[in-house]
């Protein structure tokens, strides 16, 4: 089955980086992309970004523009995302989701990472 | 502020039929597929309905999806204790380089 498996809890000072990586397997990956979401404590879900598996072609949500890296491996099936200058407010669950790409659903959603971000 | 306007809250008793709405723009809802996701506590979102009104296979038929210009709605049918969770519509917005914008979620209570 189409299974998404991320990383563990990461713990990272504010102006630090984290990195989250979300195995793939079950399908094809170089046929989707992968689309990254994030969730604030008690609060709603927001996106991020994605990349193409294919081709790497990626797209952002303005506000992580120049902040937010994604990678993929496709030797290994493996999306990443990389965050840098990180703040108190990225304190959040990071998802990723298998994403064809534009008019496609996000599914199936890996099992998320919190990352806190704290002095 | 989500761009996407859900109410925070909802509720209604077993067997009941709810609906759930999402209010958007002529740049997000109005011309673009809308998704529906439901949230159980401390799990990943699981997709629900997707372009409009599709169900993926395993969701029950309880469920259904439905646009009217720049609003969605889910639908809840014979509503069941394990229905109580966070619901969220999505859509991308073309606006603003175009992006992918989700409600602020609706958290359904079964009374």
Not at chain 2, 42 to 71: E, H, M, W, Y
Not at chain 2, 74 to 79: E, F, K, Q, R, V
């Amino acid at each position: 089955q189409v299974q998404l498996v991320q990383s563990g809890a990461e713990v990272r000072k504010p102006g630090a980086s984290v990195k989250v990586s979300c195995k793939a397997s079950g399908y094809t990956f170089t046929s989707f992309g992968i689309s990254w979401v994030r969730q604030a404590p008690g609060q709603g879900l927001e996106w991020m970004g994605w990349i193409s598996a294919y081709n790497s072609n990626t797209q952002f949500a303005q506000r992580f523009q120049g902040r937010i890296t994604l990678t993929t491996d496709t030797s290994t099936t493996t999306a990443y995302m990389d965050l840098r200058n990180l703040r108190s407010d990225d304190t959040a669950v990071y998802y990723c989701a298998r994403h064809f790409g534009s008019g496609y659903e996000f599914d199936p959603w890996g099992q998320g990472t919190l990352v806190t971000v704290s002095s | 502020q989500s761009v996407l306007t859900q109410p925070p809250s909802a509720s209604g008793t077993p067997g009941q039929r709810v609906t759930l709405s999402c209010s958007g723009s002529d740049s997000n809802i109005g011309s673009n597929y809308v998704y529906w996701y439901q949230q159980l506590p401390g799990t990943a979102p699981k997709l629900l309905i997707f372009r409009n009104n599709q169900r993926p296979s395993g969701v029950p038929d309880r469920f259904s999806g439905s646009t009217s210009g720049t609003s969605a709605s889910l639908a809840i049918s014979g509503l069941r204790s394990e229905d109580e969770a966070d619901y969220y519509c999505l859509t991308w917005d073309d606006s603003l380089s175009g992006t992918w914008v989700f409600g602020g979620g609706t958290k359904l209570t079964v009374l």
